[in-house]
C-alpha cells in the first residue's frame, strides 16, 4: 500500500472546498477512506490547518477539521531529529524541508502537494494529487 504525507494545501482544498483543486484532492483523501492509500499529516501541519481554517470560516469549523484530521490521518511526530534533519535538506523554505524530513524518516512513499516546486531535490517524491491517482489507476503490473 502506498503510504504518503499530504501536504497542508491538499487538506484545505478539501474543508475549505477550495476551487479547480478540489476533485482531484477529494478523490486522494477518498483513497484513504477507501485503503488503497494511508494518508500522513505531520503534527507541524496541524496548527496551521487550524489557523486557515479558522481564518477563512469560524472557529467551530477550525476545530472540527482538526478533529477530523486526526480521526481521519496517520501522524508523523515532529522531533529534534527532524527538525535537525529538515536543516539539512537543500530546499529553501523550511517549513517544506520539515514535511520531506518527516516524511524520509518515516519512510513514506511520497508527499501529495499542489507545489511539487516547493519539493525540489527532495530524496522523497513529490507528486500533485493528479498524479498520484494517476499512478494508483495504473494496472499493478506496469
Not at 15 to 40: C, E, H, K, M
Not at 85 to 109: E, I, R
Request: net charge negative; proline share 5%.
Amino acid at each position: 500500500m502506498t503510504r504518503v504525507l499530504l501536504d497542508i494545501n491538499v487538506v484545505l482544498d478539501v474543508f475549505l472546498a477550495r476551487g479547480p483543486w478540489l476533485a482531484d484532492s477529494t478523490a486522494v483523501i477518498q483513497a484513504n477512506f477507501d485503503g488503497t492509500i494511508t494518508a500522513y499529516l505531520s503534527a507541524a501541519s496541524l496548527p496551521t490547518i487550524f489557523y486557515l481554517v479558522r481564518r477563512n470560516s469560524d472557529l467551530t469549523k477550525a476545530f472540527t477539521v482538526v478533529k477530523e484530521c486526526l480521526k481521519s490521518f496517520q501522524i508523523v511526530a515532529v522531533d529534534r531529529q527532524a527538525l535537525e534533519h529538515a536543516l539539512t535538506l537543500p530546499g529553501s523554505d523550511y517549513a517544506d524541508n520539515l514535511q520531506v524530513a518527516c516524511a524520509f524518516l518515516n519512510q513514506l512513499d511520497a508527499i501529495v502537494t499542489r507545489d511539487p516546486r516547493g519539493f525540489t531535490g527532495s530524496p522523497i517524491a513529490a507528486l500533485t494529487p493528479a498524479d498520484l491517482l494517476a499512478q494508483l489507476s495504473k494496472p499493478a503490473d506496469d
